[in-house]
């Protein structure tokens, strides 16, 4: 069913009144920050509620469209009154976007099977295998600035998992939190976490000709949300 809508956007339009700025989010199928679900047809997740709940207290008029990833984040960028999320907030991309930051922050992990024997202690260990990560994600391309090059690539995180599962690669790499939730969706045993890439500062990124006046109301109202934060946050999305 995804792989039908991933082609044209899915569209949720939110009008709270009139005369209210309109912004455009953008988004991708990231489970469990954001995704579409299939049991109520609605665009849910973590960071999709806590953005959701931004707009709420700041008024705006919005409309939320997901898209696969590349598309998104290139969209994103070309667009006024437009934000993306959620996106890893890195050097490579800090001058691309103004920055609703952070939403929150979490680990970049490789993983390995529970039935593999892999250990690893540094980066250096991992030359002799092979991982799946996720095409054009900041944690692939920070593993490539690392200098590692075996690298099987997919379109979406949980291709990557499948791939570990199939003995197609030897380690996985994604966030701590994603591994938990893909490996629920897929039916498969959760892997194991075995070294620490980097941390991950979950953001939303909106383009440069955004109203600065928006972004900087977001950011207000984003520092102020700590509470609401570590409700949701802490509790598992899913289908």
Known sequence: MFAAFATAAMIVAVEPAPDAVRLTLYTEENPPFNFFSENTGKIEGTVHAVVTEMMRRAGFSYQVELLPWKRAFQTAQETSNACLYSVDRTKEREALFQWVSPIFESGWYLHRRPDSDIEIMSLADITPYRVSATFDYASTRELMA??????????????????????????????????????????LPEPIPVLKLGTAISSMGCSLTTDTVIVQKLQEINDGMATFKARVLGEPAGD
């Open 146 to 187: 690392q200098g590692h090059q075996d690298i099987l690539m997919t379109q979406t995180s949980i291709d990557a998992l499948r791939l570990l599962y199939r003995g197609r690669v030897d380690l996985l790499l994604t966030g701590e939190l994603e591994a938990k939730h893909l490996s629920k969706k897929a039916g």
